[in-house]
Structure formats: structure tokens, C-alpha cells
């Protein structure tokens, strides 16, 4: 996906925060996997503004200077709800989406007050030194579909966390074609070397949750 301004090849999803400001995500007519905000997006976004991270009455914001990275991020649309919480967040993806990375993040520039947000290269299972120390969370929407990328995925996961590292992993269950399979190599994997805790509904956001959409916190095995 080249650098394009032609505006007829995007057409843009609005993410309502609960401080009544919009995000507006650009996604691509044309393009892979990665170029439209997927419904797991959406529930991990509103996840992140649930009660748990923030909480006015106490004066607590869990994202207020969190350093945050976002794997497979897409049109980055998650790591734009945690830089316009207070986080510092890396976006990451392939080459070939960071323009629509970088559109997204100008377009909603104007609402990341104290946070921050830049995007960067990352390919599964090559280095990852210019993205630690360990972030404070690690946050993917989605990213478990695609069987060649379980072990460069796990690999990277398990470079990039440190023992305080909260893994946020938000996926759809799908029952089709190889998808179970995929799913079940990646937490076999997976669990070899962190724990997983699932988030339950009554902790999700109440409008935007779904019984085929999972969270779950994954940290390392101590």
C-alpha cells in the first residue's frame, strides 16, 4: 500500500469514547487483513476505558504514563484508545501498513492530550531491541488467524515481556476452515511459557462485548 492521498480508497469507522470526544478510523477499500478495524478492535478499545483502568472518582488512570506496544496493529485503532487515555504507545506492523498507521494517527491527533503514539516496524520473530525495555502492557487485536506466524508470535511475545508485562489479547473465536486448529497451536504454545486469565463479560465493556469475542490478560510464567 503505497503512500496514497487519493481519499476515495478509505472510508472511516468512528469509535465513541466515554468522555464524548470520536476517534476516527480511516480503513482501506482495498488490502489485506490489516486495513479495516475489526469487531475485536472495537471490544479491546472500549475495554480499556472500563473501570478497572480508570476511575475519575479516585483520581486513578492506569494508562497515565503506561508505556504501551501494540503487535499487529493495523489501522491502530486500540493503540490510539490507550495514547487518548494517557499511555505512551508504539504501534506496530508490516511495512506495507504503515501509511494507513500514520493517516490514523495525524487524523486523531487532537485528541491525544498526555499521551503519545508513533509508528514502527515489527515483524514477528526478528528483533525487538529498539522496543524494550519491556513495556508495561502489550496490547493485540486479533492476531491469531494466520498458522506461520504462531511461532514467530509466541517468540516475540516472550522477547518483549518482562515479568510486569500485561499481555492484552483480544480475539474472535471463529469456527471455520483452520481456525480452531490455529488457535489451539497458539495457546498450546502459548502457555508453555505464560499464564492466561479470561476476562469475564461483566468486567468488558457492557454495549461492546460479544460471547464469540475474547479477552484475556497473559502473563509470564514465574
Not at 55 to 60: F, H, I, K, Q, R
Not at 79 to 90: D, E
Not at 135 to 141: G, N, R, S
Not at 173 to 196: A, D, M, S, Y
Amino acid at each position: 500500500m503505497a503512500a496514497d492521498t487519493n481519499e476515495s480508497h478509505y472510508f472511516v469507522r468512528e469509535i465513541d469514547k466515554n468522555d464524548g470526544c470520536t476517534l476516527k478510523v480511516q480503513q482501506c477499500y482495498l488490502g489485506d487483513v490489516g486495513c479495516v478495524v475489526w469487531d475485536a478492535a472495537i471490544v479491546l478499545s472500549k475495554y480499556l476505558e472500563t473501570k478497572q483502568f480508570n476511575s475519575p472518582s479516585s483520581g486513578g488512570n492506569v494508562w497515565a504514563d503506561s508505556r504501551v506496544l501494540e503487535l499487529g496493529a493495523g489501522t491502530g485503532a486500540v493503540g490510539l484508545m490507550a495514547a487518548a487515555l494517557g499511555a505512551q504507545v508504539t504501534v506496530t506492523d508490516l511495512e506495507d501498513l504503515q501509511t494507513l498507521l500514520r493517516r490514523n494517527i495525524q487524523e486523531n491527533q487532537a485528541l491525544i492530550k498526555t499521551g503519545s503514539i508513533t509508528a514502527k516496524v515489527l515483524k514477528w520473530g526478528e528483533d525487538v531491541s529498539e522496543f524494550l525495555p519491556p513495556p508495561h502492557y502489550i496490547l493485540m487485536a486479533d492476531c491469531i488467524y494466520y498458522e506461520q506466524s504462531i511461532v514467530p508470535l509466541v517468540e516475540t511475545l516472550k522477547l518483549l515481556s518482562g515479568p510486569e508485562t500485561c499481555i492484552i489479547c483480544c480475539y474472535e473465536q471463529r469456527t471455520e476452515g483452520v481456525n480452531p486448529k490455529v488457535e489451539r497451536q497458539f495457546f498450546e504454545l502459548l502457555q508453555q511459557h505464560f499464564t492466561c486469565e479470561e476476562i469475564p463479560a461483566d468486567k468488558q465493556d457492557q454495549e461492546f462485548s460479544c460471547p464469540d469475542i475474547h479477552i484475556l490478560h497473559i502473563r509470564r510464567k514465574v
